[in-house]
């Protein structure tokens, strides 16, 4: 089975502090993505790698970046929080199946981010 | 137009059911097609992929892709309370998976 694990579940951090998000799979993926959620809005793509050191901006990367120093491993940095980055903020990852790239993406838990 | 459309829901089944679920979408060239199960407060987990047209049957879950009408449909037999939850529709465009904002299912004893 896939494994997604993120760094907290829950997490409280004031305006204007740096925050990290750790996202970390155990399936070799080569692929990972991390959205956010709101209500109303649906998922919404912030950033992808589709390999180590590469990213990709999604729709929204604006206050975030990203790092992927190892494969398995997927940062999301918000530089300065501020409160309309309140949200649940999820990781994916996907890989090959059978040989052949695969478009199912499996998602980690959730990190529950409130900005104060 | 949006991308991926769900109705929001809440769709109300009794237990023993079958529940329908509808996505439509807009992106012609899209070629792969995911429904995902969200439970409150958790994180959305796959249940069904479908890649051609006709239907997939995996337990009490069947999902339907029709390409020239651009729909995705989810069946699920035997509704339980268990399964209330939120449905993603997502499909793959270029590059990234689209998500539908979901459709809400609630199923009563």
């Known amino acids: 089975d896939v494994k997604v694990t993120q760094s907290s579940r829950y997490l409280v951090k004031r305006t204007g502090e740096k925050v990290f998000l750790e996202c970390v799979q155990d399936m070799d993926h080569e692929n990972m993505f991390w959205y956010r959620q709101d209500p109303g809005l649906g998922l919404r793509l912030i950033y992808f790698s589709y390999d180590v050191k590469m990213k990709e901006k999604g729709d929204i990367p604006e206050g975030y970046s990203v790092s992927r120093e190892k494969k398995e491993r997927f940062s999301l940095i918000l530089e300065s929080a501020s409160t309309n980055q309140t949200s649940m903020y999820l990781c994916a990852s996907r890989g090959f199946r059978g040989g052949r790239s695969s478009y199912e993406q499996y998602f980690g838990p959730g990190t529950r981010l409130t900005v104060t | 137009q949006k991308e991926v459309e769900q109705n929001s829901g809440p769709l109300s089944v009794p237990e023993g059911a079958i529940a329908s679920l509808n996505c439509t979408y807009s992106d012609r060239g899209s070629q792969s097609f995911f429904w995902y199960r969200q439970y409150s407060g958790k994180s959305p987990e796959l249940i069904m992929s479908?890649?051609?047209?006709g239907d997939k049957e995996d337990g009490r879950f069947t999902a339907q892709l029709n390409k020239a009408s651009q729909y995705v449909s989810l069946l699920i037999r035997d509704s339980q309370p268990s399964d209330s939850a939120t449905y993603l529709c997502?499909?793959?465009?270029?590059?990234?998976?689209?998500f539908g904002t979901g459709t809400r299912l609630l199923v009563s004893p």
């Open positions: 997502a499909v793959h465009g270029f590059q990234k998976l689209v």
């Open positions: 479908i890649y051609s047209n």
